[in-house]
């Protein structure tokens, strides 16, 4: 699933490309990908012909795309969805779902939602141009300017959770999936069972730093791409996987250690740590009385 560095990319192609441009035309060749529109794929089109796009912005995972009217077109690109900006005479791709034609500062492009699971989607915010109100609960991410660090360190040290759990909780922090979660507690030498009431503040600290810096290494990076289903908005991969010292590496020699790389599941997911640089929490023994 595309993480916060991958959106950001997409996000940062999207401000270059479609900024000005007018939609004059929508096509949906799948209903899916807008269903949480009220009035269906007749509705969504007839919502956005016409409207000029103002921006392209961000909130963890999701971005939306703000209008002329105050409105804003929202998306999350789930498990395989790509926008992509393509020339009109382009061939269509096999899991194109949603056409926007543009006129003006994009003349002559098409901004293309593609998404071969469909796990992701599109949908109309009225009144979401600043930010929208379905999204209005996620937590900003480590890369906006405007995240709190003190706030968050203090409420990450509150919580019983072990503390990846908590680094994946968007109520949390926005934007840390799965892989960039393993990466920074490699760094940080922590174990994702540790709990967040037994950390340190300085270790707490430290661990946001790493988040922060490893996705913003992936992001000059263009991101992580393990397949074809994450691309930037021009279909280029990103090649932050030549980064990683734990995703992904079941079976090979921990790059600080030598020790191998184990793999755990983790909420219908895996998790990647060094036993070594990362030893597991110690278990309490209840006393006897």
Not at 50 to 66: F, H, M, S, T
Not at 81 to 95: F, I, K, M, N, T
Not at 151 to 170: E, I, M
Not at 195 to 213: I, K, N, P, Y
Request: hydrophobic fraction near 40%; charged fraction near 25%.
């Amino acid at each position: 699933m595309p993480e916060l560095p991958e959106v950001e990319v997409v996000r940062a192609g999207l401000e270059r490309h479609v900024v000005g441009a007018t939609i004059s035309a929508v096509d949906v060749l799948h209903e899916r990908p807008v269903r949480r529109h009220p009035s269906g794929a007749l509705g969504f089109a007839a919502a956005l012909t016409g409207r000029r796009i103002e921006g392209a912005r961000r909130r963890g995972k999701y971005l939306w795309l703000p209008l002329d009217n105050g409105d804003a077109v929202l998306g999350h690109l789930g498990m395989s969805g790509q926008l992509l900006v393509q020339p009109p005479a382009a061939p269509l791709e096999r899991h194109l779902r949603v056409r926007f034609v543009l006129d003006g500062a994009a003349e002559g492009r098409e901004l293309r939602f593609v998404d071969q699971r469909m796990f992701g989607g599109l949908s109309v915010s009225v009144g979401g141009a600043e930010l929208p109100h379905e999204i209005a609960h996620i937590a900003r991410d480590p890369l906006d300017p405007e995240f709190d660090d003190d706030a968050f360190v203090a409420r990450l040290r509150r919580r019983t959770s072990g503390v990846k759990r908590l680094l994946l909780d968007q109520g949390l922090i926005s934007g840390v999936g799965n892989i960039y979660a393993d990466e920074s507690l490699w760094r940080a030498r922590l174990h994702g069972e540790r709990r967040g009431d037994r950390l340190t503040r300085a270790q707490a600290v430290e661990l946001l730093g790493h988040a922060r810096a490893v996705m913003g290494e992936a992001l000059a990076q263009g991101g992580t791409s393990f397949d074809a289903l994450y691309v930037n908005v021009n279909g280029e991969s990103g090649y932050f996987d030549r980064s990683l010292h734990a995703y992904g590496r079941e079976d090979e020699p921990c790059d600080r250690c030598g020790t191998t790389i184990r793999r755990v599941a983790f909420m219908n997911r895996s998790s990647y740590y060094c036993p070594t640089c990362q030893p597991a929490p110690r278990r309490r023994v209840a006393s006897r009385v």
